[in-house]
């Protein structure tokens, strides 16, 4: 059992975890992914490594509930347990692996959207611990919805935007970047979008249009995570790659993304029905004859 | 036929009553029957039987047992040389094993081996009789990697051998192939993986799951900072392979592993379970093996209409001959001498239908079988909403892309000698599937066992 140390509700419905898990915490890298899976009859959920302490042996999950399992999970308090808690999977991000001294000389930007924004502290609290300063630009639907603000102040420089205009700015994450760069005079190298796959989607086109190479954090369907069925597989310039173990992280113009978000889909209804008998619990009557509702 | 030239039937569920269920199909023999197919052992004295089997269980030994009704006697004598016997008699392709060399096959029928090895460890299993654990530990510790056929055969050997043995799995249950992939209706996952797993347990076996080597903890830190003399690698065969035509990324298309694993690991065919799955209504499953025929006879069991698309004919189905009995008993329709050429979908990219084109059988190829070629112009379309593919599967790279001085083959298979499983790794050892690509769960079994062998000797020679 790997055991919840702290339990926080971030925003209106995003929730924070810590959790023991001492070997993952050993090796993980930013960039990369854990599974968790509640009790027996759980199911294998992927959630992106937000923070970890290799003192402490803890790794740091931030979810938003969407559909059955994860509204259960938000449920669990300080003390409970995850059944299992596997990683670290896929691959760190790539600057990772390059050399700091060249690092420096590159300027980073990102851009994330929604509870996409806790994958995102990770790689800027690593580049502040390596000496670089990257652009960080939150995009939220309201001032509800922004998380780890101060956090994200300590190891970059913040852009935030509201879609409704509710806190500090009104618009996207990509009027932002496009503002920074043909306005303010900002230049990127890199940049690295994690958020829903319609808004990776609208970065990268934009950054198709600026010249700037990009990053993107997939999130396909998974089971295993560890390579063995191609559940999560997403065509890379015309390849076949498996999100698990060749991703999260690809370069997002050679995405097909029209396809991944169909590929996204797939279990739409299973899912739905799953909540629906989740909030109905013993109110639902299962009229639709698929459910298994006693009718 | 004289009596003694046929084999006792066993009882099975009826295949209508069994389509609609996940129940085992296969209901094994009683006492009474054991014995009497027992008897018809000849109990020879160069026993052929016994070089047709992997591990070269004392089969004679332990039908003679039987056919004086000590069947306790006769688990001791299985347990001897097998840690897995209640999953042998029920998965093992015995018809090419040791029941392919039986003496009473030449004419009539062979003894049913396989089916008095699964009655023997199913009456152990009822009778509370465990195999027994080593009284002495020899104080080194060994890891394990894997937790299939290969792994807990190599772990049990080494622990009655006293050692201190960890197993290490990377998802959330141990039994690799045997959890994830062999179907409830001919595996029981609770009263028969799990209680074989408990039995491994018992002789002392330590396992830890959801450690991914090569992500979780590396070999060389294994061997470095936690105290392990040696590892074996048993991590299987899991990485599975797509055709490549069009309309394969479509929704409704899985790999037989995604499928398998969603219903059998995850249980998804039970309602008390997180895990969906997608219920088609006609099933298309590409290809011709044992996998083939497990993710048919499951779709079939989840309520649909299944079709096997396979490019050779019904003499070169790789599938035990009994599976492929059992699946059309069942119903599945087999569309031999077929091949897809593209899967057709909606605006939605969803699954609506498959482009086949009708295969004929040129000269032999390297495998020995013969090579299927397209016919010009024979090509057709139906209507399906689901496809399973099911063309195989490779070793997964991970473990040998992330240890240091482990040589792989251009297959991605580990090299390992067949004696001991010895790699070009120091204190490092591998079979099963990882070795030799997929293959089957007794075939792995007897290459834990040559690896158990091989550290051993290694562990030993290095006192001296």
């Known amino acids: ?18 959790v023991e898990a001492p070997r993952v915490a050993k090796h993980c890298l930013p960039g990369q992914f854990v599974i968790v899976k509640m009790d027996e009859e759980g199911e294998r959920i992927p959630l992106t490594i937000c923070d970890y302490s290799r003192e402490k042996g803890t790794i740091t999950i931030v979810f938003q509930p969407i559909g059955e399992s994860t509204m259960r999970m938000s449920e669990l308090k300080e003390g409970d347990a995850f059944m299992d808690f596997v990683g670290p999977l896929g691959q760190p991000s790539e600057f990772c692996k390059e050399d700091p001294e060249e690092l420096k000389k590159k300027k980073i930007v990102f851009v994330a959207g929604g509870v996409g924004t806790a994958p995102v502290y990770p790689q800027a609290k690593w580049l502040h611990e390596h000496g670089i300063e990257a652009d960080v630009i939150i995009g939220a639907r309201n001032k509800d919805l922004i ?31 496009r503002d920074l760069v043909q306005n303010q005079g900002k230049h990127y190298d890199v940049c690295v979008a994690i958020g829903p796959m319609i808004m990776m989607k609208f970065v990268c086109l934009l950054t198709k249009e600026l010249g700037i190479h990009t990053i993107v954090s997939m999130n396909p369907i998974m089971v295993d995570g560890t390579g063995m069925c191609g559940a999560c597989r997403v065509t890379v310039g015309g390849e076949v790659k498996f999100a698990c173990v060749d991703g999260p ?6 995405i097909n993304f029209d396809e991944a978000m169909k590929r996204q889909q797939m279990y739409k209804t299973e899912e739905g029905r799953a909540i629906l008998r989740y909030k109905e619990g013993k109110t639902h009557h299962g009229g639709c004859g698929h459910c298994g509702g006693d009718k | 036929m004289a009596k003694g030239l046929i084999r006792v039937p066993v009882r099975e569920q009826d295949p209508k009553v069994r389509a609609t269920n996940f129940n085992e199909v296969c209901l094994g023999y009683n006492k009474e029957e054991a014995m009497e197919e027992a008897s018809r052992c000849l109990n020879c004295k160069n026993a052929k039987c016994i070089t047709g089997c992997p591990v070269n269980i004392n089969i004679p030994g332990f039908i003679a047992q039987v056919k004086e009704g000590n069947i306790e006697e006769a688990y001791k004598i299985i347990s001897e040389s ?34 008095l090895e699964r009655f023997v460890a199913d009456w152990a299993k009822e009778n509370g009789i465990k195999p027994e654990a080593p009284t002495e530990k020899n104080g080194h510790k060994v890891a394990v990697i894997g937790s299939g056929p290969a792994g807990l055969t190599c772990a049990g050997d080494l622990a009655r051998l006293g050692y201190d043995v960890t197993i290490f799995e990377a998802l959330h249950k141990a039994g690799g192939v045997l959890s994830y992939g062999i179907p409830e209706f001919r595996l029981p996952k609770d009263k028969v993986v799990a209680a074989e797993i408990e039995n491994v347990k018992s002789l002392g076996v330590k396992i830890e ?27 299987g065969a899991g990485l599975p392979m797509f055709m490549g035509i ?19 690991l995850m249980k998804a065919y039970r309602e008390d379970y997180d895990t969906p799955i997608a219920r088609g209504k006609k099933v298309a499953v590409v290809g011709g093996g044992n996998v083939a025929m497990d993710a048919a006879r499951t779709a079939l069991r989840l309520g649909a209409e299944v079709h096997i698309i396979y490019r050779r004919s019904e003499a070169e189905l790789p599938a035990r001959v009994e599976e492929v009995h059992h699946a059309k008993e069942e119903g599945v329709i087999f569309d031999l001498l077929t091949n897809p050429v593209e899967i057709l979908t909606d605006e939605n990219d969803w699954v609506t239908g498959i482009r086949c084109i009708r295969m004929e059988l040129g000269e032999p190829d390297a495998s020995g079988r013969r090579r299927p070629v397209e016919i010009p112009g024979s090509e057709f379309e139906f209507d399906v909403d689901t496809v399973i593919m099911s063309l195989g599967t490779s070793p997964n790279p991970l473990i040998s892309s992330t240890t240091y001085g482990l040589d ?16 070009s790794k120091e204190g490092v050892y591998a079979g099963g599937d990882a070795v030799t690509g997929a293959a089957t769960v007794i075939l792995a079994m007897g290459a834990g066992k040559a690896g158990a062998k091989g550290i051993h000797e290694y562990i030993m020679g290095k006192q001296e």
């Open chain 1, 1 to 18: 059992m790997y055991k919840i140390v702290k339990a926080e509700k971030l925003a209106a419905n995003i929730f924070l975890m810590e």
């Open chain 2, 82 to 115: 097998s840690a897995l016997p209640a999953v042998c008699g029920r998965v093992c392709p015995q018809e090419s094993q040791c029941e392919g060399k039986c003496i009473r096959g030449i004419k009539g029928d062979p003894v049913s081996i396989g089916k």
């Open chain 2, 246 to 264: 069009p309309g394969e990324q479509a929704n409704g298309v899985f790999s037989a592993n995604e499928y398998l694993t969603r219903n059998n």
């Open chain 1, 147 to 177: 998380i780890l603000e101060d956090e994200f102040k300590k190891v970059c420089n913040l852009y935030i935007t509201t879609d409704d205009g509710s806190y500090v700015r009104k618009g996207m994450g990509t009027d932002v970047l």
């Open chain 1, 249 to 254: 992280e690809f370069d997002g113009h050679l």
């Open chain 2, 408 to 423: 792989t083959n251009k297959r991605k298979c580990i090299i390992a000698d067949e004696e001991f499983g010895k790699t």
């Open chain 2, 209 to 235: 799951t959801n450690v991914i080597i090569g992500k979780s903890v590396t070999i060389d830190e294994l061997m470095q900072d936690e105290g392990y003399e040696a590892v074996f690698i048993g991590s």
